[in-house]
């Protein structure tokens, strides 16, 4: 098949790319919703819960910050493609492990190997996307890529209410093997194969440090992204701790909080990706989704005595802005930088962001004792979506800019 750009958003590049994000999530998201059974079923108990799910979490998003330095250096030095089929392979296998674990140290260390895996999908697979197709059409590819596999999540909700939490894990990991043979569909990005010929450092990560420009773009594309996975990890994972705070009148279920919370994300990843191309501009949609995100949260905490399902419909919007953050955040991050760094930075900018999720959770924790989850929850999400906005307005506009050079 042809390695020149094209302009078709469901090119088989973006299939593959967006199926691959979808058992990315399947299995990222799986541990939310399978958190409290699985617990249970190796003699965890509930008063542990919050801080034992927390730090189980915790291990998932470092291995994912350490997994995202190894495939995205990886990515530009080796090449996209094999990089995808290592990171598919070793995620689902831990995935099927998952399954098998019998004390919380298994459980630990699977989490932290299945992150590691996960942590080189999303990020290689938008690079690829970005590179395939023309800059006129990229914003659309990647929000395709984004929407479909984001409904993953979903998926994990259905599997894990019809089966158990085991079998939930071996469906994960038994996707992840199905997607292997996909991927003999899929081609090289052109570009990639153009600098292999050129004699130019590939994957160079000390090379972001190199420059005070080099690294203000990359931290600012890092911070734009913060305030998805306190969202994500507090809001919605940890959303039946914060109902009690808040007063809600009746049960709310994780599991059920993260299938709604992934719907409005779907919907909000399609939503402001098309927003930024009529717009014409990253930067004004990565304002909108991290604006109404602020306003969201607001009404999340200060809501109080609601019922669960306005509750659950509550989170469900939160999802919406959050999506439309993270695809925007993740286009404008594969935009940043040329063809020889590109899959660095995209597949480790995402996973710093993820990575965040412990400190977050470790600066709750550390407030919780003294003010209670209400205001330490609030204090820290007024903190990422300042630092979010500011990063926004400082960022470079990078709509319509072409990616074929080399740092």
């Known amino acids: 098949m042809s390695n020149k750009t094209t302009t078709n958003p469901f090119n088989i590049i973006v299939i593959v790319a967006a199926l691959g994000y979808f058992v990315d999530i399947y299995d990222l ?67 099927i492990a998952n399954g098998f674990i019998q004390n919380i140290e298994q459980y630990k260390m699977m989490r932290f190997i299945a992150g590691f895996g996960l942590a080189g999908e999303l990020g290689v697979g938008i690079t690829l996307v970005s590179e395939v197709m023309t800059k ?17 999540a979903v998926l994990g909700f259905l599997v894990a209410d019809l089966f158990d939490w085991r079998m ?42 190199a420059s005070g420009k080099n ?56 939503i402001f990706g098309l927003l930024s191309e009529k717009l014409r501009s990253r930067k004004k949609a990565l304002m909108t989704a991290t604006g109404s995100l602020a306003v969201f949260i607001s009404f999340y ?10 509750f659950y419909t509550l989170i469900g919007l939160l999802g919406i802005s959050m999506g439309g953050l993270w695809t925007v955040f993740m286009t404008n991050a594969s935009e940043q930088f040329g063809t020889n760094i590109r899959s660095t930075v995209t597949t480790t900018a995402p996973n710093f962001v993820r990575g965040t999720t412990e400190l977050i959770r470790l600066s709750i924790t550390s407030m919780r004792g003294s003010m209670g989850l209400w205001s330490a929850g609030l204090i820290i999400g007024v903190v990422v979506i300042v630092i979010s906005l500011a990063s926004i307005m400082f960022s470079e506009e990078t709509h319509g800019k072409d990616l074929d050079y080399n740092e």
């Open 136 to 152: 006129e059409s990229r914003g659309i590819g990647t929000s395709i890529v984004a929407g479909i596999g984001i409904l993953g």
């Open 29 to 95: 998201i799986l541990f939310g919703i399978v958190m409290k059974p699985s617990l249970k079923a190796i003699g965890i108990p509930d008063e542990m819960m919050f801080d034992v799910g927390g730090s189980l979490l915790g291990m998932q998003m470092i291995g994912m910050l350490v997994g995202g330095i190894v495939w995205g250096v990886l990515g530009d030095k080796k090449g996209r493609l094999s990089t995808l089929f290592l990171t598919i392979l070793l995620y689902s296998l831990a995935n």
């Open 168 to 209: 939930a894990y071996w469906v994960g990991g038994g996707l992840g093997l199905m997607l292997l043979v996909l991927r003999i569909s899929v081609y090289e990005s052109g570009m990639f194969e153009k600098t292999k010929q050129e004699k130019v450092s590939r994957g160079n990560i000390l090379s972001l440090f």
């Open 301 to 310: 905490f200060f809501m109080k005595g609601i019922s669960p399902a306005v």
């Open 215 to 270: 690294l203000k773009k990359y931290l600012l594309s890092i911070c734009v992204g913060i305030p998805v996975w306190y969202v994500i990890s507090q809001l919605t994972v940890q959303s039946s701790a914060y109902a009690k705070e808040l007063n809600i009148t009746g049960e709310v279920v994780g599991g059920k909080a993260v299938m709604f919370h992934y719907i409005g994300a779907s919907l909000g990843s399609l």
